[in-house]
């Protein structure tokens, strides 16, 4: 059986309808698809602030314990990591685990920075400005 789909060509130049079966490409039939749905939405699993009194991250780590996560500065990035260990889950094993970097602002303490996680599950790491005349945040 043959379809015939008429020609369109995202922004990006794919001609989707070369990529995807007709009954996905949102031009026949039931399904409302498009190649949007191939880009991952944003979540609030994260926030970043910062203003005159400090730099603060915010981590939405609900599934792991504070013993599963790491938080170091590398040049002027924090990195959080986090890892569960293997857990038996049905037939098998699942591992669950991320990776994320923030760029810290110039005029951050780095050197006061803390970390913490909320009885909510979230990660907040939190660090002041600098004591100096006219600091703020600059990334």
């Keep these: 059986m043959d ?12 001609p989707w ?5 007709p009954r ?9 698809w498009s190649p949007s ?5 944003t979540d609030s699993v994260s926030s970043v602030y ?4 400090g730099f603060t991250v915010q981590v939405d780590v609900k599934h792991f314990n504070p013993e599963d996560l790491l938080v170091k500065v590398v040049g002027d990035f924090v990195e959080v990591q986090g890892q569960h260990k293997e857990q038996k889950e049905g037939h098998g094993f699942t591992t ?3 990776n994320r970097r923030y760029r810290i602002p110039k005029g951050v303490n780095i050197m006061a920075l803390e970390s913490a996680v909320s009885p909510e ?6 660090a002041p400005m600098l004591q100096i005349e006219g600091t703020r945040c600059l990334t």
């Design 37 to 41: 749905l191939l880009i991952p939405e």
């Design 17 to 21: 309808e070369k990529v995807l079966p």
């Design 24 to 32: 996905l490409n949102g031009s026949h039939g039931y399904y409302n």
């Design 121 to 126: 599950g979230v990660l907040i790491i939190s």
């Design 96 to 98: 669950l685990q991320f």
């Design 50 to 53: 910062c203003d005159e009194i």
């Design 3 to 14: 379809f015939i789909v008429p020609p369109s060509v995202t922004t990006g130049g794919i």
